[in-house]
């Protein structure tokens, strides 16, 4: 109870879907996505994707799709919203529970300014308007987690408006190509969390923890039908999704079950619906509670918030009895698209990449510190980070920080590979030594297995001159234009040297035997 929340409103965005008859269906909508924590997580969410069908066909319907996401955000912070009871996710139940979160007589809210503070943040991230002065309203509505019988939010005039959140996707066959799209939000508000309710079936029975609600993130998705040109059609409300997949599954599933119920000539209801997870479709709670039941009204017990720019702070005001918007903006850390920028500007990696970096938590700092060690290019970094690496910790389930190759060691591995030291194919024994035993250095695996490059040109053109006279059906191969005929030749050299000749270097050796 009083949990501090911090909601933000997707104004709806349109798609376009063709239908014929009751069921077909082409051209089907599938938003995408991908999942986190904090404040990562609330941008993912705004990320999903409204993807346009292909046009209708002659004697298709043409449909349009508007969907506004309501995204409830758990914010981090040490005690509730409006009491000083402590947050804690493993919490007994109700065992933080103060006087004013069991709604009892008498008792007042207090506002937490750690959350204020986050909420400005939040906004200024989003490129919002901050609103210098806000208002808390009362939401009425009676149910068994929600003792005092009204929520503390901001519906009239929130902490932040007119927001956006550019993004971007990828697509193409190979999702090799980005596109940039921009998710408009309209408010960002501090809303006070309700109890959670816990079900029993095998008693019949149902319990409510005052200590908080929901996780980290949740999400209430607004979705509705109708024919382009014509008005808005009714929308209903499915609640409290909590994953970007659960999400574009429920929208998905949502949209076509409108389209399908008015082709088969029904109504839409407007009604609260929750996502069945196990069953991938959506199902009836509710009938929508229009804003009149709600019975807004100005919250008594708070006044005004008042946020101040350096510009405006009165004079002689102590600093912890305020809020600084611009304190605020200096505060904010690099944003994920301005980092996503810089990685392809600095770098020259493909867009594509710079995703992957920042979207596997701490492998951006790991390919930064590979970055500052090595003196190999950034291309070859980024392909051992993205592909060599991040794919050994995908086949053990591993997260980066519980990685047995550290920075230092792959630096060490590709500057041997920079230098010719090593084979690509010897760098990546070496590779896979470093994850099974910690503490050897890349250098000394590649003393320990005598992986080094052959350095003795001669002892090189000797191998090379006995191959070519020991196989001379490949030669002849060769010189009749069969392209795997070489790569034979220098196959059967590498296996001759134990690999540790350079492939390239065997290339150019072979070629001029051959054509001399």
């Not at 994707?49 to 506004?68: H, N």
């Not at 609103?131 to 901001?154: C, E, M, V, W």
């Not at 939000?185 to 929901?214: C, F, M, P, W, Y």
């Not at 592909?387 to 389930?397: A, R």
Request: glycine share 6%; net charge positive.
């Amino acid at each position: 109870m009083a949990t501090p929340i911090l909601r933000w409103c997707c104004p709806g965005r349109r798609w376009v879907f063709a239908g014929i008859g009751s069921v077909s269906r082409h051209g089907r909508g599938v938003p995408t996505g991908s999942t986190s924590s904090g404040k990562r997580g609330q941008s993912s969410v705004a990320q999903q994707p409204l993807i346009t069908a292909q046009k209708p066909r002659k004697g298709e319907r043409e449909w349009a799709a508007v969907v506004g996401l309501e995204i409830h955000a758990q914010i981090a912070s040490n005690s509730k919203l409006f009491s000083g009871s402590q947050v804690d996710f493993a919490a007994p139940p109700n065992s933080l529970v103060s006087f004013f979160d069991a709604s009892l007589p008498g008792t007042l809210p207090v506002l937490n300014r750690r959350c204020v503070e986050a909420a400005v943040m939040t906004g200024l991230a989003l490129d919002c308007h901050i609103n210098r002065r806000s208002l808390f309203d009362r939401k009425h509505y009676f149910y068994a987690d929600l003792p005092a019988g009204y929520q503390i939010t901001q519906q009239r005039l929130p902490i932040a408006v007119n927001g956006s959140l550019v993004y971007s996707v990828c697509v193409g066959k190979r999702q090799s190509q980005m596109v940039t799209k921009t998710a408009g939000v309209k408010q960002i508000q501090l809303e006070q969390d309700s109890g959670k309710s816990l079900h029993d079936s095998l008693r019949s029975q149902t319990l409510v923890d005052l200590n908080r609600a929901e996780g980290q993130l949740r999400v209430d998705a607004n979705i509705s039908v109708h024919n382009p040109g014509e008005p808005l059609g009714v929308r209903t409300e499915v609640k409290n999704l909590n994953s970007a997949r659960f999400l574009a599954k429920a929208i998905d599933y949502e949209i076509q079950r409108q389209i399908n119920e008015l082709e088969n000539g029904g109504k839409i209801l407007n009604e609260t619906r929750s996502f069945d997870y196990k069953l991938g479709c959506t199902v009836p709670m509710r009938d929508k509670e229009g804003k009149q039941d709600y019975r807004f009204m100005p919250e008594p017990n708070l006044p005004p918030l008042l946020l101040y720019d350096s510009g405006s702070l009165p004079t002689g005001t102590d600093p912890q009895q305020v809020i600084n918007i611009d304190q605020l903006r200096e505060q904010l850390p690099e944003l994920p698209r301005v980092t996503r920028e810089k990685l392809v500007q600095q770098y020259g990696m493909l867009p594509e990449h710079s995703f992957a970096l920042l979207n596997e938590v701490g492998l951006l700092e790991f390919f930064q510190n590979v970055i500052k060690e090595t003196r190999a290019e950034p291309k070859k970094v980024t392909s051992w980070v993205l592909n060599t690496f991040l794919g050994f910790l995908k086949q053990q389930n591993l997260a980066v920080s519980e990685s047995p190759v550290t920075p230092s060691a792959l630096a060490e591995l590709l500057d041997l590979l920079d230098r010719k030291a090593i084979s690509s194919s010897a760098a990546k024994q070496v590779f896979q030594e470093l994850w099974r035993s910690k503490g050897k250095t890349p250098a000394q695996i590649v003393a320990e297995k005598k992986l080094e490059l052959m350095q003795d040109a001669e002892v090189l053109e000797q191998l090379c001159r006995s191959t070519l006279e020991a196989h001379p059906q490949v030669v002849t191969d060769v010189k009749k234009g069969n392209p795997r005929a070489i790569n034979k030749l220098i196959g059967l050299v590498r296996r001759a040297t134990l690999g540790r000749a350079d492939p390239t270097v065997i290339k150019e050796v072979l070629e001029r035997q051959l054509s001399s």
